[in-house]
């Protein structure tokens, strides 16, 4: 019979496989990965034997700092898994976690998932009012009046009938861009006038976008970033809210009293970007506002603008069912969360299309069927070029913008037949799963047709094909600006490839880093010819 005590601590420069110890041969054994551990006499195991990578957080906390593994967040974990199994524990500072990446044991978490809390980066004690006001509005918010107020504001984001009224402002502004980008191929890029091409990084180009294509949908109006003059005050929001992603993750690992001497210039920074960001929202909300009660003064009197789109700030304000700071909280969270989740991926898909121009070709052709067919409505042409939204769904399994889904269960619960007490923080690991070849044939071809397969559509459902594209979260919780990204990215790219060939110099893998968000190390550049 083979003990099966696992070793209790691993590090993720081990071999692959778990360390056990062979009661009857007196010898250690390495158990390959993936095996499910069974207790003695099939018992569940306790929480305590979870494979762990360091009992003290403190002496976790040293090497990660040291070792710079913040950055590298996502490699660790996958190097964890690859040595350790699909289940381990990891004390950092003051975060303790279970972290799992497979399917059928993130289905089990979501389970059991409850109104849980949300992780606050944001302090009540932050410098201005509105950012204590966004604190107070939204992230310390919980429970039932929490889930009320979300359902209010899923009305307005996530239901087919707002995201069909807010789908043709993203089209319009993906098609200003495609323009602005032809005007510049065609004045900087070389060869023969009318085939110009032109190599660049597009991703400052591709912020301006996100920014533009959010401030169109949550107040209904454009900001003028494709102009040759677009406003300093845009760009300085873009910086703040890479400051605030950038500094958010060293915070999440140390006790407010440690924060407070070593990590006070970075609490200093990320609460200076997140004054910039609120006031930033607060001036614009202000503006929507009064644009919004001048145009309805005028609306009455004419009989206009009875029906017209006035974004999601406007919906809202009509409705009054949340209040004003609410409505603030969460306008401000939607600017925040709106920005770098679509630039980032759209930076991997230019690249992913560039390197793997076969998978361009089928996509392009797809899309120019379907346009044509559509007779260029945009919803119409979405519903006709699945490839589409299996590009990105192909580039978030390769690309987490959130490399974990976190959730605390409220109930007791058994992962890997060990044993989860309630309250415990579970994270699902979203980067490891996209790449595993357990969960995904050929995992590292770049495939949008993938998705289209009955067995990895379905991913709410529980079968074989379940919980497996999981990048936008899951449930009460997942994310509130998923239909504006999903629809703002496949129009964006569906106007490039009707516009464009891509291609790289190099198809050599890039290399990513982690601040808070998955991105580029450094920005690929991405060769644009006029088609
Ligand atoms: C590819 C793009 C994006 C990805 C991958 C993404 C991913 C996520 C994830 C994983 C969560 C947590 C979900 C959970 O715990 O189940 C989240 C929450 C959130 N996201 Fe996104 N997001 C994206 C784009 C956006 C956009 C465009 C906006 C705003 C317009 C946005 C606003 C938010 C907000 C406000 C939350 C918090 C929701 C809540 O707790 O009620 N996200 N997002």
Redesign the pocket.
């Known amino acids: 019979m083979i003990g099966t005590q696992p070793s209790k601590c691993v590090s993720a420069g081990e071999p692959q496989g778990t360390l056990i110890h062979d009661a009857a041969h007196t010898q250690t054994v390495l158990q390959p990965t993936g095996v499910r551990k069974r207790g003695v006499d099939g018992q569940v195991r306790s929480f305590e034997e979870i494979p762990h990578t360091g009992r003290s957080g403190w002496v976790n906390l040293v090497k990660f700092w040291r070792e710079d593994r913040f950055r590298q967040l996502h490699k660790h974990m996958e190097r964890t898994f690859n040595a350790v199994g699909p289940i381990y524990r990891e004390h950092v500072g003051t975060h303790s976690s279970v972290n799992i990446m497979l399917p059928s044991d993130i289905a089990e978490l979501f389970r059991s998932e409850g109104l849980h809390p949300?992780r606050m980066t944001l302090q009540p004690w932050a410098t201005h009012r509105e950012t204590r006001q966004l604190s107070k509005g939204?992230f310390l918010k919980n429970g039932e009046e929490?889930r009320s107020d979300?359902l209010l504001?899923n009305k307005e984001?996530m239901m087919s009938a707002p995201v069909k009224r807010f789908l043709p402002l993203l089209d319009e502004v993906a098609m200003d861009f495609c323009q602005m980008l032809r005007a510049r191929v065609e004045r900087e890029g070389r060869g023969e006038e009318g085939k110009r091409s032109l190599t660049m990084d597009p991703s400052p180009d591709l912020f301006r976008f996100?920014l533009e294509a959010?401030c169109h949908?949550?107040y209904g109006e454009r900001i003028g970033l494709f102009s040759s003059s677009p406003s300093m005050e845009s760009q300085k929001f873009i910086w703040a809210v890479e400051r605030m992603l950038a500094t958010t993750p060293p915070l999440l690992y140390l006790p407010p009293r440690l924060m407070l001497r070593i990590g006070a210039p970075l609490w200093t920074q990320h609460a200076s970007a997140w004054d910039h960001i609120c006031s930033h929202a607060e001036a614009r909300i202000q503006k929507g506002c009064q644009r919004l009660s001048s145009s309805q003064a005028q609306g009455s009197e004419a009989g206009a603008a009875v029906g017209q789109y006035t974004g999601v700030l406007g919906q809202l304000m009509e409705k009054r069912q949340l209040s004003l700071d609410l409505i603030k909280a969460?306008i401000t969270?939607?600017?925040?969360?709106?920005?770098d989740?679509?630039a980032?991926?759209l930076q991997f898909a230019l690249f992913e299309l560039g390197r793997n121009p076969e998978v361009q070709e089928r996509v392009r052709q797809q899309v120019r069927t379907s346009w044509t067919q559509a007779g260029r409505d945009p919803q119409k042409a979405l519903q006709g070029a699945p490839l589409l939204k299996g590009l990105?769904k192909e580039i978030?399994r390769l690309y987490?913008?959130?490399t974990t889904?976190?959730?605390y269960p409220i109930k007791d619960i058994v992962l890997q037949n060990y044993h989860i007490p309630a309250g415990t923080m579970v994270q699902a690991c979203?980067y490891p799963l996209g790449r595993s070849a357990e969960v995904f044939e050929d995992p590292l071809r770049f495939d949008p047709g993938r998705w289209g397969s009955s067995r990895e559509e379905g991913q709410r459902g529980e079968g074989p094909g379940g919980f497996r594209s999981?990048?936008?979260?899951?449930?009460?919780?997942?994310?509130?600006?998923?239909r504006?990204?999903?629809n703002?990215?496949q129009l964006l790219l569906m106007h490039i490839l009707l516009s464009f060939h891509l291609s790289v110099s190099s198809s050599e893998d890039i290399k990513t880093t982690c601040t808070l968000i998955l991105q580029p190390e450094t920005p690929p550049r991405i060769t644009f010819r006029k088609l």
Do not use: D, K
């Not at 969270?333 to 920005?339: C, K, N, R, S, Y």
């Open positions: 949300r939204v929490w979300r504001l984001v996100a959010s949908v949550i969460n969270e939607l600017m925040a969360g709106g920005v989740t679509t980032v991926p990105i978030l987490p913008v959130g889904v976190q959730r979203l999981l990048a936008f979260g899951f449930g009460a919780r997942q994310c509130v600006g998923r504006i990204a999903e703002e990215m």
